[in-house]
């Protein structure tokens, strides 16, 4: 919902550059239902919901057995804009003290892991708990985690944040080297947070999680952009 918001809201620039002010106007009109919509029904007291599976029952709840809070609902309602400034602050703070692992180096994208519960999510069920987006570090999420922090203004956190998930700061020692078992020179796509492997990298030469680090530490930390 978020992520369309954003969306929306870039074509609406789009529409108006090429002439179609009706179109801009629709999708400015749709985003502000959308933005509406999200608050009245997907807040759920301290964070911001995941999703709904077919039949209402809400996903990434405090009230969920399994997958209480999802990280990437709460970075985009900061990034997308869309999200009550309050209520952004409140979810990030849940980030930072649910779902970041400063003592294995990974931000979880979610938590707890889905295993035994009726839940059925999908494919990432699929994976043992704490392996890869199952309650493992997902990089992409991870660093709009990093990019939401940034965007609210606490620039030394998202640094040390962007560092947390930096992979040189993985292998610093033989110990470190062990335990991750990946490159230390290109961005892993995912890092495991299960017990038995946690801090350990995986799907390393993952361009997209790449891309997004390169975003994150040049333009949210160094607010460097270009224009034109």
């Known amino acids: ?8 809201l870039r074509f609406v620039e789009v529409a ?3 002439g179609d002010a009706s179109f801009a106007a629709h999708c400015q009109s749709e985003a ?3 933005r509406q919509n999200i608050e009245q029904h997907g807040w759920d007291g301290e964070w911001y919901l995941r999703a709904f599976f077919d039949d209402g029952t809400p996903l990434g709840s405090a009230s969920s057995p399994e997958c209480r809070i999802d990280s990437i609902a ?11 400034a309050e209520r952004s602050a409140m979810a990030m703070e849940a980030v930072d003290k649910l779902l970041v692992r400063r003592e294995h180096g990974l931000i979880q994208l979610l938590d707890p892991p889905f295993d035994k519960s009726n839940l059925n ?14 309650g493992g570090q997902y990089t992409h999420a991870a660093i709009w985690t990093v990019m939401a922090v940034a ?13 947390l998930l930096n992979p040189v700061n993985h292998t610093r020692t033989a110990a470190d080297v062990e335990r991750y078992k990946t490159e230390p020179y290109v961005t892993a796509g995912d890092v495991y947070a299960h017990p038995a492997h946690a801090g350990r990298g995986g799907w390393t030469w993952y361009t997209g999680s790449a891309g997004w680090m390169y975003r994150a530490g040049l333009e949210s930390i160094l607010g460097l952009r270009r224009h034109g």
């Open 1 to 8: 919902g978020f992520f369309l918001y954003e969306v929306l």
């Open 16 to 18: 108006r550059i090429q």
């Open 32 to 34: 502000a239902k959308l």
């Open 74 to 84: 709460q970075s985009w309602s900061v990034l997308s804009g869309a999200g009550d």
């Open 121 to 134: 999510p999908g494919y990432i069920k699929g994976y043992p708990p704490g392996v890869r987006e199952n």
């Open 151 to 163: 965007r609210l203004g606490d620039g030394d956190e998202a640094a040390e944040l962007f560092h």
